[in-house]
């Protein structure tokens, strides 16, 4: 099953409008922490929120935040405001406590192309 | 330099032939981290290495596939004998410490392209 599923392979927002990004995640711990990264076409991977499995209020970073709905296993990603430069894919991420001296890697979904209308 | 640095940028192979990628991570940052994304899809784990320690290599597709961290610092990407379905982005990443709430910080990735 996979970890991360991200179900809007596409979606379009016009400027200045807010819109919602969804993520499930799968996992059986406890502690976790989500992660949300925007990937432009020059590839580089940027960070843009996190939430820990703990976090009792959901995350915020300036026009970004997350919907962290703890039972339903779900971490949607709000961009209020839309701008042109919030094109790009979007990426939500999953990092588990690692069994002995693992790894702490990220687990990606397939990401969302959100394309901003003018 | 501030960031995470990956080299070359864009890398042409012909099938059979062996490549090195490059990165060179933030600096004092423990946790480095190799992925291979494929065109279309999100990134998929390959190796980890705290300092010069490979403590996960469970995402390697096959022996030839090799990464190295000798001093701890920067980290080397090996395929040999490359073949098509090799062709992708390899982003690396660092972390400062090892934690389930840690931020990676990543490069700009190497984009390999087998002949």
């Known amino acids: 099953a996979q970890k991360i599923t991200q179900t809007q392979p596409g979606m379009f927002v016009q400027e200045k409008e807010a819109v919602t990004l969804d993520c499930t995640y799968d996992?059986?711990?406890?502690?976790?922490?989500l992660f949300w990264y925007k990937q432009p076409s020059s590839g580089e991977m940027i960070f843009l929120i996190y939430?820990?499995?703990?976090?009792?209020q959901n995350a915020t970073e300036g026009r970004y935040s997350l919907n962290f709905q703890k039972a339903r296993k779900s971490a949607n990603l709000v961009i209020s405001a839309s701008q042109l430069g919030d094109s790009a894919m979007y990426f939500c991420?999953?990092?588990?406590?690692?069994?002995?001296?693992?790894?702490?890697?990220?687990?990606f979904g397939k990401g969302t192309k959100l394309s901003v209308i003018p | 330099g501030a960031g995470v640095s990956q080299s070359p940028r864009y890398k042409v192979a012909k099938r059979g032939q062996d490549v090195a990628l490059r990165c060179d991570p933030i600096?004092?940052?423990?946790?480095l981290f190799w992925y291979q994304q494929a065109l279309g899809q999100g990134p998929e784990f390959l190796t980890y290495f705290q300092n010069e320690a490979q403590l996960d290599k469970s995402g390697l597709p096959s022996d030839r596939f090799f990464a190295e961290r000798p001093e701890g610092s920067v980290s080397t990407l090996k395929i040999q004998r490359t073949q098509q379905e090799d062709s992708a982005v390899y982003l690396c990443?660092?972390?400062?410490?090892?934690?389930?709430?840690?931020?990676?910080?990543f490069g700009s990735g190497t984009q390999l392209s087998v002949l």
């Open positions: 991420a999953m990092r588990e406590l690692p069994l002995g001296a693992g790894s702490y890697q990220l687990t």
């Open positions: 996992t059986s711990d406890q502690s976790y922490g």
């Open positions: 600096s004092g940052h423990v946790s």
């Open positions: 990443a660092s972390s400062l410490v090892a934690s389930t709430n840690e931020k990676l910080f």
């Open positions: 939430q820990g499995s703990y976090d009792e």
